[in-house]
């Protein structure tokens, strides 16, 4: 009965947009951005990346920022083991420069009237040819196929991702679908990706490859894991989710894990869709650590990034 009000809602976020949308199935769909919306996102990712260096060198094309990466990554001081670089108070300008351009492409889309509230922040991720061996042993590395709900997101979540540099073909992000005794108490949080291996082994993975310039929508029963073919290079995403309105959706209550309230860790990385969508113009996001000041997540439920929003006059 949930999956048939899961599809109900994906079916309606995707009819409302105003770019037309392809359905991977009845649960996922993509929307190819015009290329002036991706340009934009694009080379906000380049600035806000090439600012994480440190280093005053300006770096302005897609190659140029690669070569760098794959030279000089540990001088990327804001990359956390799973990939994601954390906002710091060094590029808080270009990070709000970037979800600036991601606001604007989910305003032109046309569909805030059907969304609750914003995940803050969204994330950028570097995924190198090879995973990071030790990642793999926390409790929560992407490259295990996951449910965002096991970290926090709350039952009407529908990741939101967009592929943006590099090589999109051999890594990305492999997708799998619910089987048909889906059950809502799978997607609860849980405090390591072992006790998922159990439900993820009931999905069927999508025969789908993401590819630069779409912006997918999936909800929160299709679960997902960071995927590379061999010789691959290096990928650089955004992902992110948005909480849709869902009426009438009964799914799990329980969000405490190890006394750990799971819930009101990720209500502090929320922000309404007016805020969100106002980032530059009537908003704006202060990341208080610095590029020397290590990230300490360690692979729990709190995202590495401390911001304060503050009110533009």
């Known amino acids: 009965m949930s999956l048939k009000i899961r599809k109900k809602y994906i079916k309606k976020l995707a009819i409302k947009c105003k770019f037309k949308p392809r359905f991977i199935n009845d649960l996922m769909f993509e929307v190819k951005l015009p290329t002036k919306y991706f340009e934009n996102i ?9 600012k994480s260096f440190n280093d005053d060198e300006k770096i302005l094309t897609e190659a140029e920022l690669l070569k760098k990466i794959l030279r000089k990554p540990s001088q990327i001081k804001n990359l956390t083991p799973n990939g994601l670089m954390a906002p710091k108070i060094e590029n808080s300008l270009e990070f709000n420069n970037l979800i600036k351009a991601y606001a604007s492409i989910i305003d032109s889309l046309k569909i805030e009237h059907l969304i609750e509230n914003f995940h803050f922040p969204a994330n950028i991720r570097i995924k190198f ?32 991702h967009l592929f943006l540099l590099g090589d999109i073909k051999k890594n990305n992000i492999r997708y799998a679908y619910p089987p ?17 291996l159990v439900i993820s082994k009931k999905f069927k993975i999508i025969n789908y490859t993401p ?31 948005i909480d849709l309105k869902m009426n009438n959706l009964k799914s799990f209550d329980n969000s405490f894990i190890n006394k750990i309230d799971v819930r009101k860790v990720r209500k502090n990385e929320t922000v309404t869709k007016e805020d969100f969508l106002n ?13 020397n000041e290590k990230n300490k997540s360690k692979g729990t439920f ?8 503050i009110r533009l006059k």
């Open 42 to 50: 694009k080379y906000a990712a380049i600035n806000y990346i090439s």
């Open 211 to 241: 590819k630069k310039g779409y912006l997918i929508f999936a909800d929160a029963s299709i679960i997902h894991q960071s995927f590379r073919k061999k010789k691959s290079g290096v990928r650089i995403s955004l992902d992110t989710g």
């Open 129 to 160: 040819p090879k995973p990071n061996l030790k990642n793999l042993k926390r409790k929560h590395p992407t490259e295990s196929m996951h449910a965002d709900t096991w970290t926090g997101a709350k039952p009407n979540w529908c990741a939101v």
């Open 302 to 309: 709190k995202h590495p990034a401390i911001s304060k929003m």
């Open 279 to 291: 980032i530059g113009k009537k908003t704006y996001f202060h990341f208080y650590k610095s590029l």
């Open 180 to 196: 048909k005794n889906f059950e809502e108490n799978w997607l609860k949080p849980i405090d390591s990706h072992k006790k998922g």
